[in-house]
């Protein structure tokens, strides 16, 4: 039984930083391609980054590019996301997620993911 558990949300100052670790357990995080989402009240949960298997290859939205940082340490099995200059737009409910899909791809649709996280708030103020 795969779990992916995150962690480091919280409350921050727009133009603050956190940074969300995504553990997975029961197998190995080399297995699965990893991605970030977001979930923001009333709004559809939306793509947010995206690492492929061996960590070559990223992939990020407009809104976060230049600001987020994907990351996965798989000695670790563990993912990253490093988020700087936060907004109040940033404000959501954050999930990782581990996809099966057996090339080295990034991947960016949400229905490609097969595990998926219980989510981790981050709230910017303004």
């Known amino acids: 039984q795969v779990q992916l558990v995150e962690s480091g949300g919280g409350l921050v100052q727009a133009g603050g930083s956190l940074r969300l670790s995504c553990v997975v357990s029961?197998?190995?995080?080399?297995?699965?391609?990893m991605g970030w989402f977001r979930q923001a009240p009333g709004k559809e949960r939306e793509f947010v980054a995206a690492?492929?298997?061996?960590?070559?290859?990223?992939h990020y939205d407009d809104s976060v590019k230049g600001r987020f940082t994907i990351s996965r340490d798989d000695a670790k099995n563990t993912m990253y996301l490093q988020m700087t200059s936060l907004k109040p737009e940033d404000t959501a409910v954050y999930y990782c997620?581990?996809?099966?899909?057996?090339?080295?791809?990034?991947?960016?649709?949400?229905?490609?993911?097969?595990?998926w996280g219980q989510g981790t708030q981050v709230t910017v103020s303004s």
């Open positions: 997620a581990a996809s099966t899909l057996p090339r080295l791809v990034v991947v960016l649709a949400r229905y490609d993911y097969d595990y």
């Open positions: 029961g197998r190995t995080l080399r297995d699965y391609a």
């Open positions: 690492i492929n298997r061996s960590g070559g290859s990223t």
